[in-house]
């Protein structure tokens, strides 16, 4: 089955220790999309990649970055985790609007940060 | 500033009535929307979307309505199941945008027996 899978799903690092996440999809898709969620808020978009390109959000900490080597793999490295980075990451995929269709964004299942 | 809001965090109906989850939006650029349902220790999955074209779209038990000059929507679940028990988010986006989506900080449904 065609699928966004996001690995581990739970992580846990200490205060200003690196971590990376990782994404991963069978999909083929174009897009794909990092989001952060905190409990009883709304998933907020940390960055995307079209294809190769790289578009980060205005308000994304600048301890937050992202890799997409190919098309089916994308990280997020978190370089000096802070408590206030606990949260769940969801990474999304989309066919993007060149595609055609809707803009339905495809979720992986999330990695749940916690910093010790 | 929440350009899409869902003001009910919560909303218990019972198995067999209809579920009524609503969502406003703020930016008149979004012109497609839709509506994802997540359960605990999942990402969130699509259910249903509609263009800012249509004011009604359907598929099976879910409906959603769209009211643009309110600047409004709604999600319709009838008749409510208990495995629809989970947290609906709203989402919006606007053409050009490459997809990106603006969610609401969801709706906890609970569906009882």
């Known amino acids: 089955d065609a699928m966004v899978i996001q690995n581990p799903r739970y992580q846990v690092t200490q205060f200003g220790k690196p971590v990376t996440l990782s994404c991963s999809q069978t999909l083929n898709h174009n897009v794909m999309y990092w989001y952060q969620q905190k409990s009883s808020q709304a998933p907020k978009l940390l960055f995307h990649y079209y294809d190769k390109d790289f578009n980060n959000e205005a308000d994304t900490p600048d301890n937050f970055q992202s890799r997409r080597p190919n098309t089916s793999f994308c990280f997020l490295d978190i370089r000096s985790p802070g408590l206030g980075d606990a949260a769940m990451y969801l990474c999304?995929?989309?066919?993007?609007?060149?595609?055609?269709?809707?803009?339905?964004?495809?979720f992986g299942p999330g990695t749940r940060l916690t910093v010790l | 500033d929440q350009q899409v809001k869902q003001n009910s965090p919560s909303l218990s109906v019972q198995e067999g009535r209809i579920s009524i989850l609503n969502c406003d939006y703020t930016n008149s650029m979004f012109d497609y929307f839709l509506w994802y349902k997540k359960y605990p220790a999942e990402g969130p999955t699509f259910l249903i979307s509609?263009?800012?074209?249509?004011d009604k779209n359907e598929d099976g038990r879910f409906t959603v309505f769209l009211n643009k000059s309110a600047k409004h929507l709604s999600l319709h679940i009838v008749p409510s199941q208990p495995g629809d028990s989970a947290v609906y988010f709203c989402a919006a986006s606007a053409l050009g945008t490459a997809s990106k989506l603006t969610f609401g900080t969801g709706t906890r449904l609970q569906v009882t027996l």
């Open positions: 999304a995929t989309s066919r993007g609007p060149s595609a055609g269709g809707g803009n339905e964004q495809f």
């Open positions: 509609i263009s800012s074209i249509k």
